[in-house]
């Protein structure tokens, strides 16, 4: 039989083959949104550079079945701060909720007005909780997060978010995350990653978008907690929230609640400067052999926002350990997905 | 075209849609490691019965696309406790662990033999601890548990499972496994939930078995905790445990513990009776609708063991809510892999 006849009678063959490739292949693609449509270059938002080679070098070094350093899909644990590293901290949103959380308290309850911390809060007295200390942070915390059931608490949250605007950058809370960074988390997923996010801030907090703006579900999410009891309320069983402090997941808080939530060592880590609140966590993916890490810098004033630590301690530490720096104005060719103003 | 020839025409198309098929199916179960081969019953060692309908029934339900119950894939939790629901109980396997690490401990150290708790625990003195109270055992975990690093503590468990044997039934610790509840838990995954191990036993423990045992992963296992740090140790930093309890999961600690590490209700939940251990959970499940409770009742002194709590409340509260009832004799052709005796 020549080539014509050949393909003419396995014609069938060749198309269902094709389709049957592409099929799977689209049906992988909707277990998530991901943040760019379907191209060649997974990392579109990021310029070429080192960094960027560096992350793909990795990522096909540990997927390809025959190199020595390849790892197996269940291993391959990725972990992400939150704040600073997926989306802007400059506010912090959880603060956002929390001051708005304290003015609808004291809308409901004018004596609070005449109260601490609520007067500090509602008269912006910055100067008062620089006084009174961390002690007087977490206080605020414990009395916008305690004292209700996990349901209302969860309302509350879900309705901040439809409404809520950012500061500076005046768009929606929920458009400040980094899309170089969303692409990041799709190109992981893509390359049989589990991610998770390693977060400074509220577990309970962050689980309510982290599916919606990450395509990480509530159960990969790892954070700061208070203390809860299983109750009997109004002739029905619930989660209270008390208003006590759980655990801090933060600094080397992050290594002990990746190892409570996960069991393993993230080979993917990924943080910020400003406060040293992620150099454990990449200290302890480091021991892993292969791994990853990745440390952002906000340099970029004009787009974004350039703050440095008073001790630059994370950026030391990126040095000395051969961490990879995002430089935000040279790795980044777009920060957000909103249009620039 | 006639029939005949519209299908000589097409068989490639039919025959390759019909592999395509084949193949979706196989690899789909490549992801875990069923406890049956594939079989037209997805529960055979379950007799057939009100039980098994009724789990069958319930999974039919929340799966099928145009049912009023159906429960999409991200919802579908399902939590199992393990001492008494996956394996054997009589005694605890982690009790074992605790005897067999004491008496390593008075070997290498003999005047520990001399010295309480070790003294009463090489002696089997059971009336030491009757008199000293929980916090003696407490204190038994602690010695035994803490004062290591993580990864010594994950070293000593697996070597404890590669060689020790469940006394009465005279068999590896690693077999005494219910196969019926392998098979539910596999026949849950193939319908698209996620399983997870919530235990009073130890988060630590459990993990480095409920992979190759029950094909759930590290990171879908919850239980009780011991405090840790992460510390400088011999110039590597390391996950410490300390001799300090963390969270007790049992009882009112089970719906806090899966709202810690999952943070939404099981769909469908299993416990067994002993200690009332389960009710929390299955209490707190039942609040989402639809949703599935299933209590084991030993009763089987002949296959496996015969036991009752003394205030049968485990059993009351399953009556009351109209939770599923596993009679081991009556619902379970078989219990364990391994041959009878």
């Known amino acids: 039989m020549n080539r014509k006849n050949f393909l003419k009678k396995h014609i069938y063959l060749l198309l269902v083959a094709f389709m049957t490739i592409v ?4 049906s992988s693609l909707t277990a998530y949104t991901p943040a760019q449509t379907v191209s060649l270059d997974p990392l579109p938002s990021w310029n070429d550079g080192a960094t960027k080679r560096a992350i793909v070098e990795f990522v096909t070094r540990v997927t390809t079945a ?5 790892v197996s899909v269940e291993d391959r644990i990725a972990t992400f701060d939150n704040d600073g590293t997926l989306w ?4 912090y949103v959880q603060g956002l909720f929390v001051l708005e959380k304290i003015k609808a308290m004291a809308a409901a309850n004018p004596s609070l007005r005449s109260q601490q911390p609520y007067k500090a809060v509602i008269e912006g007295d910055v100067e008062y909780f620089r006084q009174a200390g961390e002690a007087s942070l977490m206080d605020l915390l414990m009395k916008t997060h305690g004292n209700m059931t996990q349901e209302q608490f969860d309302t509350e949250v879900r309705s901040f978010f439809d409404t809520a605007i950012y500061p500076k950058l ?14 990041l988390l799709d190109y992981l997923r893509a ?3 589990q991610t998770w996010i390693c977060s400074g801030g509220g577990i309970d907090f962050v689980r309510q978008i982290s599916q919606p703006l990450y395509g990480i579900p509530p159960q990969q999410v ?10 009997e309320k109004d002739g029905k069983f619930v989660i209270w929230k008390l208003p006590e402090l759980g655990r801090i997941n933060d600094k080397v808080g992050k290594p002990i609640g990746i190892d409570l939530h996960i069991g393993q060592r993230p080979i993917f880590a990924a943080g910020n400067e400003r406060s040293g609140g992620d150099i454990a966590m990449l200290t302890y ?5 292969p791994s990853f890490q990745l440390l952002i810098d906000h340099d970029d004033s004009d787009r974004e926002f350039a703050y440095q630590e008073p001790d630059n301690a994370s950026l030391n530490a990126a040095k000395a350990n051969g961490w990879h720096v995002v430089s935000i104005k040279n790795d980044w060719q777009e920060v957000f997905a909103f249009p620039r103003k």
Request: glycine residues 8%; aromatic residues 8%.
């Open 23 to 26: 099929v799977i292949g689209l």
């Open 66 to 70: 025959n190199s020595p350093d390849f």
């Open 88 to 91: 802007a901290e400059k506010p």
């Open 170 to 183: 005046n768009v929606p809370v929920t458009q400040v995350t980094y899309k170089p960074m969303r692409e």
């Open 191 to 193: 390359n049989g990653f």
């Open 222 to 231: 790892i954070g700061s907690t208070g203390k809860k009891e299983f109750i």
């Open 285 to 289: 993916s480091q021991q892993q052999q």
